[in-house]
């Protein structure tokens, strides 16, 4: 079956440290990969996707993420983080087939600033 | 702004009871899904419509039903309410197969 594992509940980051969000997932074929934000009270914004090609793939905000087939895993990066970067990450496995399109969520990767 | 647009923002209602909540799509989206985001869990998907039909669902009981309209806004209904069913519920517009979702903000429900 498929899932998606973030291993770490709550990080904790300085302002203008590097950052690194990680994210396994378990998929039978080549997956579509996604990274949403979540600000409080608010939906899910899409950061970035991976469907092929470069494994290396740029996002909003600065972000970025490497898909790594070997070790089933899309992990978020970004070098300088800010203040307003604080919020919930998720990362998401999509299945898309037929016109079917359905997203299997990890359970989030909560993300502090300190100043 | 994604224009995916739920109401209401929030609901409190008692166990046993129904709720109607409440999605309009981003203009030219055709599909419509919803998910449910418990406390502290990433959103799990309920199902999707498009062309006023279900077009897939996940692992919920049947008192969590939608309806989607010719205007392809939709609606989810829960009957008989429990008190697992207090989350935050999100919907998201799209086009047919495409990959990229929209959420809206989302409506979030109490069961007490």
């Known amino acids: 079956a498929q899932s998606v594992t973030q291993p770490d509940i709550h990080i904790t980051v300085s302002e203008g440290a590097s950052l690194e969000l990680r994210c396994n997932y378990s998929y039978g074929a080549t997956p579509y990969l996604f990274w949403y934000v979540q600000s409080p009270g608010q939906g899910l914004q899409l950061l970035l996707k991976?469907?092929?090609?470069?494994?290396l793939v740029q996002g909003i905000k600065g972000f970025e993420a490497e898909f790594k087939r070997s070790q089933s895993s899309f992990n978020l990066r970004k070098p300088s983080v800010h203040w307003s970067d604080a919020a919930e990450y998720f990362c998401?496995?999509?299945?898309?087939?037929?016109?079917?399109?359905?997203?299997?969520f990890g359970a989030g990767t909560r993300l502090a600033v300190h100043p | 702004e994604t224009g995916v647009t739920q109401s209401p923002t929030h609901l409190i209602k008692t166990r046993g009871q129904q709720v109607t909540l409440r999605c309009s799509s981003q203009s030219g989206h055709n599909t419509v899904s919803w998910y449910q985001q418990a406390l502290g869990q990433g959103p799990q998907f309920i199902f999707q419509?498009?062309?006023?039909?279900?077009?897939g669902r996940g692992n919920f009981p049947p008192r969590f039903s939608g309806l989607q309209f010719p205007n392809y806004s939709s609606e989810l209904n829960v009957n008989a309410l429990e008190l697992d069913d207090s989350a935050l519920y999100l919907c998201?517009?799209?086009?047919?197969?495409?990959?990229?979702?929209?959420f809206g903000s989302g409506t979030q429900l109490s069961v007490l």
């Open positions: 998201a517009s799209s086009l047919r197969g495409a990959e990229k979702l929209f």
């Open positions: 998401a496995v999509g299945l898309i087939s037929g016109g079917y399109n359905k997203l299997i």
């Open positions: 991976y469907f092929s090609g470069d494994t």
């Open positions: 419509y498009y062309r006023e039909e279900e077009n």
